[in-house]
């Protein structure tokens, strides 16, 4: 299995414009590109799908065994002609000071070689004292090629590319210009999402191009297939039984609401359950389902449009206080709830929760979540902890001190001590992010739950 792991010396060196343009690159070439974030991320991965025509999935030490995220690579690129593993910060970058949990680990696990994006903007000769750095750390990674990236012209390129030759010995793959066709745009959480940027075929084919044209994709391949063999995977768990036939779960698909793990998606499908999309900024009507899913996103950025459609909040407000199982996570919740406030701005939602979703400029809360599940929870009995992770800037605020929702939300989702989680007949809310694996398979229990709420 060819593959590689692309990552940078530090976060904002361009490396998912690059990894996006490569993916794009590569698949209008004729390969088959399977890509992998290190995670946990939404929006890259959005980004890498978009331009594989594949869906990204993500490798996370905090939620996956090195096993399980060993046997993702394989069993998702079983059908690719190469796999592009995008790391997250630099290569060297984790939370452990061993680097246990870093990206240069995750690369000796898929024992990939490694491709390094650096941000050549105001450097020269500098470049290559850091990449001897790079190349001396730890000896055990396989550094096996630079892709220079912001490159200011034929003259810059030159003394860089010199550089290199001079004092390394590793390949350049490529010369990626500064050029506004790669100016994807940053926002509070990270990248802006593909929904976000408009004409998303044509940003991303003129990304694709200007990458093509930059990067020597053949030597980039030599690369990817210079990978030694993976160990085998360890034998295949039980078959999933598809017991769900049947039941129908809508999804918010749209530009206020996208962020999803493609593994659970996959899940739900595995499971036998329909999923239906469903848009919240357009749809006037919630369509008849058995369950409602709502995922993150970015609300804030189209709360007036969401607003605007009135008749799709009173669908969803109607269904959910009539008993739909209900399942939103952090966008989700701030649509659920009373209005959301972003700094003089204000609008209108859904109005299940009896709360405020107010925006700071801040994160209020970033990390992952250990819990358990409570009697509060519909659809709980899960394993005795569980992890989830959260990334948000908005909190519940104007809680009643005296009402059911204050009383339950402390323990609602089963987060213990988590003040922004809640349960609701049947609604399910929280800031956290669920993933679906062995250790914690929600997906399975929200489904059982919607069987036997239809069932009566």
Not at 232 to 246: D, M, S, T
Request: overall charge neutral; charged content about 20%; hydrophobic content about 40%.
């Amino acid at each position: 299995m060819a593959r590689f792991l692309i990552a940078a010396a530090h976060k904002s060196s361009g490396k998912t414009v690059v990894a996006t343009g490569l993916a794009g690159a590569l698949a209008a070439g004729g390969q088959a590109v399977q890509c992998f974030k290190k995670g946990p991320d939404y929006i890259d991965p959005m980004w890498l799908s978009q331009a594989s025509g594949r869906p990204c999935y993500n490798l996370d030490f905090n939620t996956m065994s090195r096993d399980e995220m060993r046997a993702t690579v394989q069993s998702r690129s079983a059908t690719s002609g190469v796999a592009m593993i995008e790391a997250n910060k630099g290569l060297y970058d984790g939370v452990d000071l061993k680097g246990s949990d870093s990206n240069a680990e995750l690369a000796r696990i898929m024992r990939a070689p490694v491709v390094l994006v650096i941000d050549t903007n105001g450097m020269t000769r500098g470049i290559a004292p850091l990449l001897q750095g790079y190349l001396a750390f730890d000896d055990r990674v396989n550094i096996a090629g630079v892709i220079l990236n912001k490159v200011g012209g034929a003259r810059h390129e030159a003394k860089l590319r010199a550089a290199v030759e001079e004092y390394t010995d590793l390949p350049v793959l490529g010369a990626v210009p500064r050029d506004r066709a790669l100016d994807i745009g940053e926002r509070h959480l990270g990248l802006t999402t593909p929904a976000e940027t408009g004409e998303l075929a044509r940003r991303i084919a003129a990304v694709s191009q200007v990458v093509g044209a930059s990067v020597d994709l053949d030597r980039l391949l030599a690369v990817a297939r210079s990978a030694p063999p993976l160990p085998p995977p360890a034998p295949p768990p039980q078959p999933v039984v598809a017991r769900f036939e049947g039941l129908r779960v809508a999804i918010a698909r749209d530009e206020a609401f996208g962020f999803y793990y493609p593994d659970d998606l996959d899940a739900f499908t595995a499971l036998g359950a329909t999923l239906v999309p469903f848009d919240a900024l357009h749809d006037q009507v919630l369509p008849p389902v058995d369950g409602l899913f709502i995922g993150g996103g970015f609300p804030e950025m189209r709360m007036h449009e969401l607003a605007a459609n009135a008749g799709l909040m009173r669908s969803i407000r109607e269904a959910i206080e009539n008993g739909l199982p209900t399942y939103a996570e952090c966008g989700g919740l701030m649509y659920l709830c009373r209005a959301l406030v972003w700094g003089e701005e204000r609008a209108p939602m859904c109005g299940v929760v009896p709360a405020e979703a107010v925006m700071h400029d801040r994160p209020q809360g970033r990390g992952y979540t250990r819990f358990r599940d409570t009697p509060a929870h519909p659809w709980g009995g899960g394993p005795e902890e569980q992890l989830a992770h959260e990334f948000h800037y908005a909190r519940i605020e104007g809680l009643d001190p005296q009402s059911t929702f204050a009383r339950r939300v402390r323990r609602g989702h089963g987060i213990d001590g988590s003040r922004d989680a809640v349960v609701i007949g049947n609604l399910v809310a929280g800031f956290c992010h669920l993933r679906n694996t062995a250790a914690t398979p929600w997906v399975e229990r929200f489904l059982d739950f919607v069987g036997k709420t239809r069932a009566g």
